[in-house]
Structures are given as structure tokens and as C-alpha cells.
């Protein structure tokens, strides 16, 4: 009990196949690497955020510039499916 055939995966894909559509199945294969790509992109560039993070002591000084928009890609290259993304700046004073 437990242990998966080639028979039972056969049969699991082809229940997989007449529940979906064998037409969205790429799709849906497409949609989900594309995701995957922009999840990697993400968690590098998180990386990449905390290795350059400001020093323990920030200059005193008031008048910064904000950080400049970052762009999320779909794909590497991929320009047509840019878009800006707008991060949220707390103006609060606690």
C-alpha cells in the first residue's frame, strides 16, 4: 500500500487529461513555469536586497531620495510583460 505503478500513474494522468482538456493542459504547463520563473526571479532579488542592506547607523540626513521602482519581469528578457511595481512606504511616525 502506498507505492505507485506505472499502471496507477497512467491511469492518474489519464483522469488528469479528461478533467482538464487536453487543449489547457499546455497552458496551464506554460502559465505554471512562467510563474515559477517569476517566483525565482523574486526570491533572488530578495537576496540580493538583504546582502546590500543599508548600514547599522543611516545618515542623518532627511531629505533622501526614495528607492528608485523596481520592475518584475515574466521572463528573463521578456519586456513586453513588465510592469512597475508600486511598494508601499510607510509615512507613519511611531
Known amino acids: 500500500m502506498g507505492r505507485l ?3 496507477e500513474i497512467i491511469l492518474i494522468l489519464v483522469v488528469i487529461i479528461l478533467l482538464f482538456g487536453a487543449k489547457k493542459l499546455p497552458d496551464m504547463a506554460r502559465s505554471l513555469g512562467k510563474s ?3 517566483l525565482k526571479s523574486e526570491a533572488k532579488a530578495m537576496k540580493e536586497e ?7 547607523d543611516p545618515p542623518a540626513n532627511s531629505d533622501q ?4 521602482q523596481r ?3 515574466a521572463a528573463p528578457g521578456d519586456a513586453t510583460n513588465a ?3 508600486s511598494e508601499p512606504t510607510d509615512t507613519t511616525k511611531r
Do not use: E, L, N
Open 5 to 7: 505503478g506505472p499502471t
Open 36 to 38: 515559477a520563473r517569476i
Open 50 to 56: 538583504d546582502k546590500s542592506a543599508a548600514p547599522a
Open 65 to 68: 531620495q526614495p528607492p528608485a
Open 71 to 73: 520592475i518584475i519581469q
Open 83 to 85: 510592469r512597475p511595481v
